[in-house]
């Protein structure tokens, strides 16, 4: 099974900040990319405060934030995204940017890399058919706010593998959270749920 120890994430807004949040909490190496380079400075001072936060309210420790933040780097370029073993692509909710971004990372990424995508409302099947590795592609859909919410919602698509399915599953739960299955019917994983603020 693919084993995941890096985790490129692409978009540094409210989810992907937050996903590299959890990610890192739970011991992952974080890339956190952005089109906008001032959103990837922005994100890494949100998740910051957010750990602070944490401290304050006794969640976890110090020393837990200050190593998480250590684990999450920065990377403006798609070339420094190389060493991720999944990449959460977590951008606009639109078809054609997520593609492009996929179709910009595919060089560099290890043949192995799991793609997974965080949309809310666009085919995880549809999208994965644009890549080179639609049996390695899935969709891993987190609430909002990332680091509170327990459920996440893992997506097959039509060519997604066992493979990748149980080693997103076993990433899910690494990272403390409960996993819900949901159909790949556009719009259909997005019902908005207790207390989520989905989008
Ligand atoms: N906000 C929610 O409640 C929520 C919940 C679950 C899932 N989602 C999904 O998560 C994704 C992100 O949503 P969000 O609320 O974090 O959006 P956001 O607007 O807060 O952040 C999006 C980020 O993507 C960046 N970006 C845009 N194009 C890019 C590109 N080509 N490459 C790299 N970065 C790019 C933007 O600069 C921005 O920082 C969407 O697909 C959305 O449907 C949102």
Known sequence: MTSI?????????????????????????????????????????????????????EV?????????LKRIRGAAEYAAMAPSDLIIESIVEQDEAKRAVFAGLQPVLKPEAILASNTSSISITRLAATTDRPDKFIGIHFMNPAPLMKLV????G????????????????????????AEDFPGLHRQPRAGADDQ
Do not use: P, W
Request: net charge negative.
């Open 5 to 57: 120890r890096t985790v490129g994430v692409i978009g540094a807004g409210q989810m992907g900040n937050g996903i590299a949040h959890v990610c890192a909490l739970a011991g992952y190496d974080v890339l956190l990319n952005d089109a906008d380079k001032a959103r990837i400075e922005a994100g890494l001072g949100t998740i910051g405060k957010n750990l602070s936060r944490q401290v304050h309210r």
């Open 60 to 68: 976890i420790t110090q020393a837990d934030a200050d190593a998480a």
């Open 158 to 181: 039509l060519a997604t593998s066992q493979e990748t399915y149980d080693a997103s599953v076993k990433f899910v739960e690494s990272l403390g959270k409960t996993i819900a299955n």
């Open 153 to 156: 919602e893992l997506i097959r």
